[in-house]
């Protein structure tokens, strides 16, 4: 599970921002394919995965993941969004940067946005190394960027948006606060803002664990309910969390 949060914090990193950063350029999609490898489409109830015919055992690992991680998401997202997943698994290098960019092409997944369509891009050489379970973590955050992207403002903090995505893609796994959160410590003093230095993981498992707090005092409901209020303001207050009850909540759960 180390590797799994890890993991996360590599290849999810500012993928919030990249949507909002290629929001408004809309791309052509390239072709997945080479010289000697064709593309390929599987459809799923919920979603298509193209590919390239080469990649076929990532692609057909991802489509039998697609319907699930779909519902897992809209089970407990119960919004108006369209229940469905692109996933891209682009054939190259250079296919995989004109979708993200240079700056993301080394992560195993992104969530983004060209034209009036959303995408999930997965880098095939990471993700095909990913275990099942990492690999629907993955798809299931993701997915919920795609799901609340259009009810997300621009200024909303990564503590709320990747906190919330980690709480769904989490969701249902039967994990201890310090399994999932393995660096957590109730050292905790203000809201994590370091998503992109030194303190990227740590960031992401603190913005975890406020989401499994609120969740505490909330309930399952709740934590939704407060998402969508506060991730579609303007601004957040800081003092949107109690951070002092934050602090007793991971002294009584992780010690």
């Known amino acids: 599970m180390k590797h799994l949060r890890t993991l996360l914090a ?3 990193a500012m993928t919030f921002l990249l949507g909002l950063s290629i929001a408004t350029r809309p791309v052509e999609l390239p072709p997945t394919e080479t010289t000697h490898c064709k593309e ?7 979603g298509t995965v193209t590919s390239s015919s080469c990649d076929g055992a990532l692609a057909g690992r991802v489509a039998g993941l697609v319907d699930d991680s779909v519902s897992g998401v809209a089970n407990i997202l119960d919004i108006g969004w369209s229940r469905r997943v692109d996933v ?31 995408r999930v891009v997965l880098n095939r050489v990471r993700a095909a190394s990913l275990t099942p379970l990492e690999l629907r973590v993955l798809l299931r955050h993701e997915i919920t960027h795609v799901a609340t992207r259009d009810l997300t403002s621009d200024s ?9 995505a980690d709480w769904v893609a989490f969701h249902g796994l039967g994990l201890s606060l310090r399994q999932a959160a393995p660096l957590l410590t109730p050292d905790v003093s203000a809201l994590p803002v370091d998503f992109g230095g030194p303190g990227r993981d740590l960031a992401y498992q603190q913005a975890y664990s ?43 759960s992780i010690g």
């Open 88 to 118: 891209v698994i682009p054939a190259t290098d250079s296919e995989l940067v004109s979708l993200v960019g240079p700056a993301f092409a080394d992560m195993a997944g992104i969530a983004i946005r060209d034209g009036a369509s959303q």
């Open 10 to 12: 590599i290849t999810v």
């Open 40 to 46: 390929a489409v599987l459809t799923a109830s919920s």
């Open 156 to 164: 909303a903090p990564l503590w709320l948006v990747e906190g919330f």
């Open 210 to 252: 406020i989401m499994v707090y609120l969740e505490s005092r909330l309930g399952e409901r709740g934590v939704v309910d407060f998402f969508l209020q506060h991730a579609a303001q303007s601004a957040v207050d800081a003092g949107a969390v109690d951070v002092a009850g934050w602090r007793e909540f991971l002294r009584s």
